[in-house]
């Protein structure tokens, strides 16, 4: 029998860490990356751009789905 690692509040250790991995990967923060580039060739690439938000928000979805559902009944 597998035994979940509980927290004080009941609350599932692994829902807390993929909620952070949630909190981390959120595509609204894709413009902070943008901004902190620092290079010129890195900033006009735009194909990898795209491709890293379609990454971020596929993380993003799959780690806050997993949060909602450890976190869960």
């Keep these: 029998m597998r ?3 509980e927290t004080a509040r009941g609350q ?3 829902a807390y860490l993929w909620g952070e991995l949630a ?3 959120c ?3 894709l413009f902070i ?3 902190l580039a620092g290079t010129t060739p ?3 690439s735009v194909s990898i751009w795209v491709i890293a938000a379609l990454g ?3 993380l993003f ?3 806050l789905s997993l949060a909602l559902r450890a976190s869960g009944p």
Excluded: E, G, Q
């Design 3 to 5: 035994v979940p690692h």
């Design 61 to 63: 979805l799959l780690s």
């Design 56 to 58: 971020l928000t596929d």
């Design 27 to 29: 595509p609204c923060h």
């Design 12 to 14: 599932s250790i692994t």
């Design 42 to 44: 890195a900033r006009s």
């Design 23 to 25: 909190v981390l990967t």
């Design 33 to 35: 990356a943008v901004v």
